[in-house]
Every structure is written in C-alpha cells, then in structure tokens.
C-alpha cells in the first residue's frame, strides 16, 4: 500500500466536498487526509487528497474524480518532486516541572507546520507528556518548479 | 423578456425539442406544473413517481432521445431514485427535474423537504440544485447536453419552488462551457495499428458487444464488421439486439444467465474485444482469469471502465463507433474459419425445438418466448421486468433489432418493465409493444395499469404467472437446499379480473397447443391486453450454465 497525493482543482460550489467524500466512500478508497482551501483560480477550490492503495486503485481514483463535472483539473503529485506541508495544533498537560522541557522542545521546531515526518517526529517528543489534543490541518502540497 | 423560472423552465424543455415527460405534480412543482399548461409539450401523469422516472427511460431507449420525468419534493423526488439509480446502471439518458422547498427554508426539515442532490449523487452523472431563476436556461440546457453525450446517463435538477415563480429578464443561454466535463473519443494510428496485429495474430477472437454498441448506434457497423472479418459474437445483457438474433456469427448472451455457446467462446477464445460492454460481474464472472488466458482488448467511451474489472491488454477510449470504424479498414487479417465452425457446432448442438404441438399442463416459457418474437415481427418492442421472465426474454425470444429489447440490466430493477413499456409505447405508437413479466415483478408497479389506461396504450402484457418469486425460488432450489422462504404468492389477485377492471382485454392459457392463437389474437386486438400463461413453477432459466459448467 502506497501513499498517493492528489491535487484537485474543483469549482466552488456548495455540495461539491460531499460529492468528492461521497465517491471515496462508496468505491471504498481509502483517503487519508483530505485539505481543502480557496486558491488562485477564482471561483475554485483546490483540494489535497492523500489516498493509500495501490497504483490501479490511484487510476480509478483519478479517473472517478475525472468524471465529477465540477472536477476541472487533477494532478498527480511525485512524491520527491513536491513541496508538502501540514500544520499541527496540540495542547499538553505541562506541570511546573514540566513546563520548561516543552517549550524548549517546542522552541526546537519553532513553527509547527513541516511535513509529515517532522510532524510526526514533534509528537514522538511529547508522547512523554500527557497529550491532551492534537488537531492536524492534513496535507497540503504543490509540484516544485 | 420577462417571465418566471417555470415559464423559462418550459422553454428551456421545448429548446431541447422534448415534446412529451412523464410525472406527479405535488406542491412545491407547481409553479412548473401552472406553466406546463400553457405548453405543448405532453405530460404522461403516472401513478407513483417510480413509474415517471422507468416510464422516461423506456421512452428514452425506444425514441432515442433522452427522457424526461418531473416530481415534486420530498417523497416525489425520493419515489424517482430507483428509477434514477436504474438508468444510472445502464447509462441511459434521462433528465429529472424535482421541486424543492422555497429556499428560506432549505435546511429547517420544513414539509415535503428531501435533500435529492445529496441522495442522488451516486446515481447521477451530475446533479443541480438551481439558486437563482436567471441559472434555469443554462442549468437545463448543460443538463440535457450533459445526459447525452460521451457515456450517457441521468441528471437531475432540483428547483426551489420561489424560484420556480421568480420574475427574471429571460436570455437564451450561450454555448455549453463545461471545463471540467470531457468527452474523448478517438483511436490513434498506433492504437489502431496495435489492434489490428492483435487480430492477425489471433486464432480465436470473439466482439463481446456491450449497451455501448445500442447507445451510439453502432449496430450496423458492428455488422459489417463481423461479416467482413468472420468473427463470432458474443453480447452482455444490454448488448442484446446489437446483432440480429438469427445472424450465423452471433452466439447469444455471456454470463452465469446467459447460453452454453456464448460462454464456450468466451472461454475458448485467445482474443477478446470488448466493445462498449463493462464487463460487469453477471457478465464475467472471472474477467482476471479470463485475461489470464486471452488477449483483452478493451474500446469504451468512459475512461474509467478501462481497467476498473479488468485489465486489457491494450484499451482504447473511443465510441464503439469510431472503433468499428477503424476495425474496417483493417487488412491482412487472417481466415478464423476452423473457429468460427467450432462455435457453430456448439451452438447447434444446444439448439432446442419448440414444444407447440401437445397439449400441457403448462406453458414452457422458452417457447412462449420464441413464438412471441416471431409471430410479433422484428420491430416489436419487448420490454421485462427482473427475475426469470428477464432471462426467459434474453435467451429465447428472437431480437432482431437495437433498442426492441429492453430491461433493467445492471441494476435489476423489478417494476421496470411495465412502466418501460409505456414509455416505449408513447415513443413508438405505431409499433408492438409488448411487457412480459412474472407474477411477483407486475405487481410492483402494477399501479401503472392505471397509466396504460388514461393513456389508451395498446400494450400487451403476458404475464407468467407461477405464484411465486420464481428467480428467488430458483436460487433457493439450488444453493439453499429448497429451504424455501418467502417466495410463495399464494394469495395472489385474480389477474384477470384485474385486466377486466382495467378495462383491457384478457386470456388466460395453460398449454402450449393454445400459444400460437392466443398470441395471434392479442397481437391482433387493438388495445391492452393481458395474456397469463400459467407456467411450471419448477421451470428453471440456470438449467444450462449449471449442467454445462459455465462460469
């Protein structure tokens, strides 16, 4: 199973998130994570999909969405050959004695928007800590160049 | 100009040359409904919603239009989902308008309320729900542009009832501008060339011809391409009429439903092409198996049925015609006459005779059928309905031509036929149209009688009555060691006094001596009638596949 990132270009219209999570559900793709944010284009959206399976699973994937009229346009992200980014939120229990060790651990990633790794690797550092929250924004990405 | 939404509604209709929709007015349509009355278009009051939306794709599979049913909100738009989801499966063109509520109260779970977009948008290759009376022109004009072109099927329009009665300066809608719609269809050179190596290099190919062959009229091509070339034909379920029943190349339908020879060749073949045809389980059972064994070579207008249950070997995205097309300037192509004899054979070993001549104490229904289709004549129209009398339909009764058969074939809809039936009728008047059905599937929609009436449809309806779910009871026979469970219709009506009360003619028979005069005497009577043929309830339609080991 293989991580696949999508970009899609969709027209604004209210309804059409459901339309797209809809179609995932019932052809049984597996999304990952899914971000969803206006763009340059005006009047669209562009929509991050992370969907896991493999690669007849991604062609079917593209080729559903294809067939969505207020899909317009869907790219097929490399995976070294993008920028990818996400951003967490996360709220620990810090006690007095604790306190200084998480900002210093929260001082080394400064921002906590990265990729995935990175991501990941800031919550391994404060598992010791009680979380109490972890909010993720899910990926978003772009072909470089 | 100015006028209403429902004004500028019919309009936008009658621009799209629609001259006759089928439906059920209710409160939140009838700003449209107000507005019809002033059209021409005809409108077909059906008896439940269901009935508008099968009823609009019988007509669209006979006319070779696309199909129009109108409903109101809430229960009138949800009644037209299975009718929708049905012509979804088999890629029918239809366009269904629904009313909504006013929009200031869209979201407050207000009276007759349904969210139809929403519920519809697996079914629908797209879905409106109009906010503004100015959208209407071009709403509607993109629906029916949309519902009939590339791989076709519903769209559904849901239209508030404020701005059904909105005032706004009407302006015809420009060009269809569809960024995110593409139709694709073409072979390249290297496609074609790739092919036609393919079939040089065959031994054995067959054309597995799908609804694609029907829905771009491709029949005629297929023809000349089969007779040029002297490949064996095989059909799905909706393929069936792409080539004449009586043509010596054509091997009849695939599938665990289908007939011995078909099958065979499926199996035997080293090359198959798929033609218009999704290779849908019913169809192909163990299509990985298959391409296992043979070359694929997969033509479909909708890129996404290339590789989603099987993968080819080499696929095309093309209408069946721009590929039949391309197969006829194709040379060299060697001599498949051993082939073509070996599934000859097959199929007339299997061939069977009629049983007409004695008296019985039932009618066999593969009899009833060939007869039906002979004495009716080639440009008959036969709708089913689903269960036995589908398959008795599809492998016996004679179709000659496209579009004279039609069914619910991937979504097996029971309450199809009837409704159907009438639709075809109203598309065709001067032709036969006849509706067979079970006992179970014509009282699903048998509401719709009422619809056959007002409309002085002269359908003939043969009913084969053997007091059960017959399919159901079949499969219960077989895999669930007779274990029978709610299959039984003991306390069915007396069918014939319902025809009386219908105010169509009736007969009743039991033996098969007496088909062919009352088959005549039906054909021959000029309104509706019923025909119940009393069959043996132990009649099996797997009778083939199961003995002869097809998948």
């Given at each position: 199973?293989?991580?696949?990132?999508?970009?899609?270009?969709?027209?604004?219209?209210?309804?059409?998130?459901?339309?797209?999570?809809?179609?995932?559900?019932?052809r049984?793709?597996?999304?990952?994570?899914?971000a969803v944010?206006?763009?340059?284009?005006?009047?669209?959206?562009?929509?991050?999909?992370?969907?896991?399976?493999?690669?007849?699973?991604?062609?079917q994937?593209?080729?559903?969405?294809?067939?969505?009229?207020?899909?317009?346009?869907?790219?097929?992200?490399?995976?070294?050959?993008?920028?990818?980014?996400?951003m967490?939120?996360?709220?620990?229990?810090?006690?007095?004695?604790?306190?200084?060790?998480?900002?210093?651990?929260?001082?080394?990633?400064?921002?906590?928007?990265?990729?995935?790794?990175k991501?990941?690797?800031?919550?391994?550092?404060?598992?010791?800590?009680?979380?109490?929250?972890?909010?993720?924004?899910?990926?978003?990405?772009?072909?470089?160049? | 100009?100015?006028?209403?939404?429902?004004?500028?509604?019919?309009?936008?209709?009658?621009?799209?040359?629609?001259?006759?929709?089928?439906?059920?007015?209710?409160?939140?349509?009838?700003?449209?409904?107000?507005?019809?009355?002033?059209?021409?278009?005809?409108?077909?009051?059906?008896?439940?919603?269901?009935?508008?939306?099968?009823?609009?794709?019988?007509?669209?599979?006979?006319?070779?239009k696309?199909?129009?049913?109108?409903?109101?909100s809430?229960?009138?738009?949800?009644?037209?989902?299975?009718?929708?989801?049905?012509?979804?499966?088999?890629?029918?063109?239809?366009?269904?308008?629904?009313?909504?509520?006013?929009?200031?109260?869209?979201?407050?779970?207000?009276?007759?309320?349904?969210?139809?977009?929403?519920?519809t948008?697996?079914?629908?290759?797209?879905?409106?729900?109009?906010?503004?009376?100015a959208?209407?022109?071009?709403?509607?004009?993109?629906?029916?542009?949309?519902?009939?072109?590339?791989?076709?099927?519903?769209?559904?329009?849901?239209?508030?009832?404020?701005?059904?009665?909105?005032?706004?300066?009407?302006?015809?809608?420009?060009?269809?501008?569809?960024?995110?719609?593409?139709?694709?269809?073409?072979?390249?050179?290297?496609?074609?060339?790739?092919?036609?190596?393919?079939?040089?290099?065959?031994?054995?190919?067959?054309i597995?011809?799908?609804?694609?062959?029907?829905?771009?009229?491709?029949?005629?091509?297929?023809?000349?391409?089969v007779?040029?070339?002297?490949?064996?034909?095989?059909?799905?379920?909706?393929?069936?009429?792409?080539?004449?029943?009586?043509?010596?190349?054509?091997?009849?339908?695939?599938?665990?439903?289908?007939?011995?020879?078909?099958?065979?060749?499926?199996?035997?073949?080293?090359?198959?092409?798929?033609?218009?045809?999704?290779?849908?389980?019913?169809?192909?059972?163990?299509?990985?198996?298959?391409?296992?064994?043979a070359?694929?070579?997969?033509?479909?207008?909708?890129?996404?049925?290339?590789?989603?249950?099987?993968?080819?070997?080499?696929?095309?995205?093309?209408d069946?015609?721009?590929?039949?097309?391309?197969?006829?300037?194709?040379?060299?192509?060697?001599?498949?006459?051993?082939?073509?004899?070996?599934?000859?054979?097959?199929?007339?070993?299997?061939?069977?005779?009629?049983?007409?001549?004695?008296?019985?104490?039932?009618?066999?229904?593969?009899?009833?059928?060939?007869?039906l289709?002979?004495?009716?004549?080639?440009?008959?129209?036969?709708?089913?309905?689903?269960?036995?009398?589908?398959?008795?339909?599809?492998n016996?009764?004679?179709?000659?031509?496209?579009?004279?058969?039609?069914?619910?074939?991937?979504?097996?809809?029971?309450?199809?036929?009837?409704?159907?039936?009438?639709?075809?009728?109203?598309?065709?008047?001067e032709r036969?149209?006849i509706?067979?059905?079970g006992?179970?599937?014509?009282?699903?929609?048998?509401q719709?009688?009422?619809?056959?009436?007002?409309?002085?449809?002269?359908?003939?309806?043969?009913?084969?009555?053997?007091?059960r779910?017959?399919?159901?009871?079949?499969?219960?026979?077989?895999?669930?060691?007779?274990?029978?469970?709610?299959?039984?219709?003991?306390?069915?009506?007396?069918?014939?006094?319902?025809?009386?009360?219908?105010?169509?003619?009736?007969?009743?028979?039991?033996?098969?001596?007496?088909?062919?005069?009352?088959v005549?005497?039906?054909?021959?009577?000029?309104?509706?009638?019923?025909?119940?043929?009393?069959?043996?309830?132990?009649?099996?339609?797997?009778?083939?596949?199961?003995?002869?080991?097809?998948?």
């Amino acid at each position: 199973m293989n991580q696949h990132i999508l970009a899609v270009l969709v027209n604004n219209h209210p309804g059409l998130l459901s339309k797209v999570a809809g179609l995932f559900s019932r052809r049984s793709f597996n999304i990952e994570s899914l971000a969803v944010g206006v763009c340059e284009v005006p009047d669209c959206s562009r929509i991050t999909i992370v969907v896991n399976g493999d690669e007849s699973m991604v062609d079917q994937v593209i080729k559903q969405l294809d067939k969505l009229v207020d899909v317009l346009n869907i790219e097929r992200l490399p995976q070294g050959k993008s920028v990818q980014r996400e951003m967490i939120l996360i709220k620990v229990q810090a006690e007095s004695t604790t306190r200084a060790e998480v900002v210093q651990i929260a001082e080394i990633f400064r921002e906590l928007t990265g990729q995935a790794d990175k991501i990941e690797a800031f919550i391994k550092l404060l598992e010791p800590f009680q979380i109490l929250q972890i909010v993720r924004t899910g990926l978003i990405a772009m072909p470089r160049g | 100009m100015k006028m209403t939404g429902a004004q500028a509604m019919i309009q936008a209709l009658e621009h799209e040359g629609v001259t006759t929709v089928f439906g059920y007015p209710g409160a939140a349509i009838c700003p449209f409904y107000d507005a019809l009355f002033d059209s021409k278009i005809r409108h077909i009051l059906t008896r439940n919603e269901q009935g508008a939306a099968h009823a609009a794709s019988g007509y669209a599979r006979a006319a070779r239009k696309t199909g129009v049913c109108i409903a109101t909100s809430g229960p009138g738009a949800t009644n037209l989902i299975t009718g929708i989801a049905t012509a979804y499966m088999d890629s029918i063109p239809l366009v269904a308008i629904t009313g909504q509520v006013a929009t200031d109260l869209i979201g407050s779970d207000s009276f007759q309320e349904a969210d139809i977009t929403g519920a519809t948008s697996p079914f629908t290759k797209h879905n409106y729900l109009v906010k503004s009376a100015a959208d209407l022109p071009r709403v509607i004009k993109e629906a029916f542009y949309i519902a009939s072109t590339g791989r076709p099927g519903p769209v559904l329009i849901d239209v508030p009832m404020d701005i059904q009665a909105d005032c706004f300066e009407y302006q015809a809608p420009g060009p269809v501008s569809l960024p995110g719609y593409h139709i694709r269809s073409g072979v390249t050179s290297a496609q074609a060339e790739a092919f036609a190596e393919q079939l040089r290099q065959a031994k054995a190919p067959i054309i597995c011809a799908g609804g694609g062959i029907i829905s771009c009229e491709a029949s005629p091509l297929l023809v000349q391409v089969v007779n040029k070339f002297q490949i064996p034909v095989v059909t799905t379920m909706m393929g069936i009429g792409a080539l004449p029943f009586d043509h010596p190349l054509y091997l009849g339908t695939l599938g665990s439903h289908g007939v011995f020879a078909a099958n065979y060749a499926l199996n035997k073949a080293d090359l198959v092409i798929l033609i218009g045809a999704r290779v849908g389980n019913r169809a192909m059972g163990a299509a990985a198996e298959i391409a296992r064994r043979a070359q694929i070579i997969h033509i479909d207008i909708d890129p996404a049925e290339i590789g989603k249950n099987i993968k080819p070997h080499l696929a095309m995205v093309a209408d069946a015609r721009d590929a039949l097309q391309v197969m006829l300037d194709f040379d060299n192509i060697p001599d498949f006459a051993d082939w073509v004899t070996t599934v000859q054979d097959i199929k007339a070993k299997r061939a069977y005779t009629t049983r007409l001549d004695q008296p019985s104490a039932t009618i066999h229904p593969p009899s009833l059928m060939r007869r039906l289709g002979e004495l009716a004549g080639p440009d008959a129209i036969v709708t089913t309905e689903v269960g036995q009398n589908q398959i008795w339909v599809a492998n016996h009764y004679p179709i000659v031509m496209p579009r004279t058969f039609i069914s619910s074939g991937g979504m097996g809809t029971m309450g199809y036929g009837l409704p159907a039936s009438l639709g075809a009728k109203v598309a065709c008047p001067e032709r036969t149209v006849i509706a067979v059905s079970g006992d179970g599937s014509l009282q699903m929609s048998i509401q719709e009688f009422g619809t056959v009436k007002q409309e002085k449809a002269a359908i003939k309806f043969v009913l084969l009555n053997n007091n059960r779910l017959g399919m159901v009871h079949e499969i219960q026979s077989l895999r669930y060691s007779q274990r029978y469970s709610q299959v039984f219709l003991e306390e069915n009506p007396d069918f014939q006094l319902i025809a009386e009360a219908y105010g169509f003619a009736h007969a009743k028979i039991s033996s098969n001596d007496q088909i062919d005069q009352a088959v005549q005497a039906m054909l021959a009577y000029p309104g509706p009638y019923l025909l119940e043929c009393q069959i043996d309830p132990h009649e099996p339609t797997l009778f083939t596949a199961k003995k002869e080991g097809a998948q």
